[in-house]
């Protein structure tokens, strides 16, 4: 695990252990890393990596906000879906649904890997992007080595708000087209939290916004 902090000021309005505007909030970020690979052709929802949250010991456990990162070596991008999945709250969503399909062609677009393995920098699945990565805001093939921040094309990741981090994000991946090869090298599940209900008396003594990385991995 890698722990680093970055302040961001004093908490305001706490009497006592009353918290009247809850100013302090947490970047919990979870990496998985290994070496998946989504086989081919496989119906949605597919197959599935599980990554394991546990419990913030400060009690930042409540999502305000969720982006996702990923690494994916694939030789043809349109033929990936993605869903996200809490499994004890049971909230299921698509965030990827096989982009440039149909616009840019039936088989979306051929543009090869979702972040760049090269300089490690992720693909992020984020709400407050500027645009999904499809079809009218990206042309054909698609951008090879994609990077940077995209709305999810589907479903929201604020679906997820106000659920807690702890317990089991399921991660599924479907591949739709024959003949193309993709494998799952990093995902990223970056949370910003607040305390959840009878956490304030731990958030009165850490009154700085924290940064906390934690690594997982294939067993």
């Keep these: 695990m890698r722990i680093s902090t970055m302040p961001t000021g004093t908490l305001a309005g706490l009497v006592g252990l009353t918290l009247a505007t809850p100013a302090a909030a947490s970047l919990i970020v979870v990496d998985w890393t290994g070496d998946f690979a989504i086989p081919d052709i496989v119906d949605p929802p597919g197959v599935f990596i599980d990554i394991e949250v546990t419990p913030d010991p400060l009690g930042m456990n409540e999502i305000r906000d969720l982006d996702v990162g990923f690494m994916i070596q694939s030789t043809w991008q349109g033929d990936l879906i ?21 616009e840019a062609g039936f088989f979306g677009f051929s543009a090869d890997n979702y972040g760049n ?19 009218p805001f990206v042309g054909s093939p698609g951008i090879p ?17 106000g659920d807690t981090i702890i ?7 479907a591949d739709q087209g024959g003949g193309d090869l993709a494998f799952v090298r990093q995902i990223t599940l970056t ?3 607040i305390p959840t209900p009878g956490a304030l008396a731990l958030l009165v003594l850490a009154a700085i916004r924290t940064r906390r990385r934690r690594q997982t991995g294939t067993p």
Excluded: C, K, M
Excluded at 167 to 173: D, I, K, N, Y
């Design 82 to 102: 993605i869903a996200i999945e809490h499994v004890e709250s049971g909230r299921f969503h698509r965030v990827l649904d096989r982009p440039g399909a149909p």
């Design 117 to 135: 393995l090269a300089t490690g920098e992720p693909f992020i699945l984020d709400d407050e992007a500027d645009n999904p990565y499809d079809v």
């Design 145 to 161: 080595d994609v990077t940077g921040r995209w709305q999810p094309d589907t479903d929201p990741l604020s679906s997820f708000d």
């Design 167 to 173: 317990g089991t994000w399921r991660v599924w991946f």
């Design 191 to 193: 949370f910003d939290t």
